[in-house]
């Protein structure tokens, strides 16, 4: 589902995230392990507060995993923990309350030390839509609970649900905004399948997939579609949509007079790579960072 975010959605969002931030423990942000920039709220170190805060890398699955590497380890650079997971399959998800306890300790340590019983933790998932937010509660919680693509402004009773004995979870996930005035991110957002084609044109999404992947994973496209020949110039627009059109032609994708349907070439390429087809595909890495 996609939301057009106005300003009245973000006031509303950061008011209910800070809502929940007061019952809560520890924040954990989920980021798309492929761009962890651009599925980033721009404004989540204002939003989060000081919070203790765990990172999470979803859809690492579809994410090179060195790349996804040397993210975790510039966000331990930059102090943060985080972890990479699949919440669809459940990779490393169990891990989750093993981190956040870490990263919660001394406050353990403290009311132990006081001889209190610590309670269980509480944490509250945030990020951007479709992220992810909602299969990962459902996986923690083991059981359907949140409805996918949820949206601001929607707030159910909250409750609790219990992630082993010692977390537990706010059922709602905090509902955070993309960059999207970056016209970069937007693009991104829509290689990846955050943001559909309703809102950006899929002939110019499938341009900017073709000229990133030509960039950066030109064998992986080049087997898919059986390429041979590689753009000669990636700035040059005739020879990326011609590389458009081999795919098109290769998929049996022609209309009257042997021309190529862009549109529908440019459907199976953002099929293809979304599914993972191309193999696993990271758009951002630190290393590009400056
Ligand atoms: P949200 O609550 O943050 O909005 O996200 P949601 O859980 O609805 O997940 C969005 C899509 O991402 C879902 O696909 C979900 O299955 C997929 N997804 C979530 N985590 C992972 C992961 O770790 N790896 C992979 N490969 N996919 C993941 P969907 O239901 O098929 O919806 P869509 O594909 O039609 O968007």
């Not at 950066?216 to 005739?238: H, K, M």
């Not at 590389?243 to 032609?249: A, F, L, N, T, Y």
């Amino acid at each position: 589902m996609t939301i057009q975010w106005f300003p009245g959605h973000m006031t509303r969002a950061r008011r209910e995230i800070q809502e929940k931030l007061k019952l809560i423990d520890i924040a954990i942000e989920l980021l798309d392990a492929r761009v962890p920039l651009s599925s980033r709220n721009p404004m989540v170190e204002e939003i989060l507060h000081g919070k203790p805060r765990l990172i999470l890398l979803n859809k690492a699955d579809l994410a090179d995993a060195r790349t996804t590497d040397k993210w975790m380890a510039n966000f331990a650079e930059q102090g943060y923990a985080s972890l990479s997971i699949d919440a669809s399959t459940g990779t490393r998800v169990n891990e989750i309350p093993i981190k956040v306890r870490a990263l919660l300790h001394e406050k353990i340590s403290r009311q132990v030390a006081k001889g209190m019983t610590p309670r269980p933790v509480r944490g509250l998932i945030v990020g951007i839509p479709n992220v992810g937010k909602s299969t990962l509660i459902n996986r923690l919680a083991g059981r359907n609970i949140a409805a996918t693509g949820d949206r601001p402004g929607v707030t159910k009773g909250q409750q609790w649900i219990k992630v082993g004995t010692e977390m537990e979870l706010l059922d709602t996930p905090g509902i955070l905004w993309p960059k999207f005035e970056d016209q970069l991110v937007g693009f991104k957002l829509a290689m990846t399948g955050a943001i559909r084609e309703q809102v950006l044109n899929i002939e110019d999404v499938a341009y900017f997939a073709v000229k990133e992947l030509a960039q950066y994973y030109w064998d992986a496209l080049a087997e898919r579609f059986g390429l041979t020949e590689p753009p000669s110039d990636l700035e040059n627009n005739l020879e990326i949509v011609r590389v458009m059109e081999d795919i098109g032609r290769k998929r049996g994708c022609l209309i009257s007079g042997g021309r190529v349907d862009l549109e529908k070439a440019s459907g199976i390429i953002l099929r293809e790579l979304r599914a993972g087809n191309l193999g696993r595909i990271s758009l951002e890495s630190p290393e590009f960072l400056v």
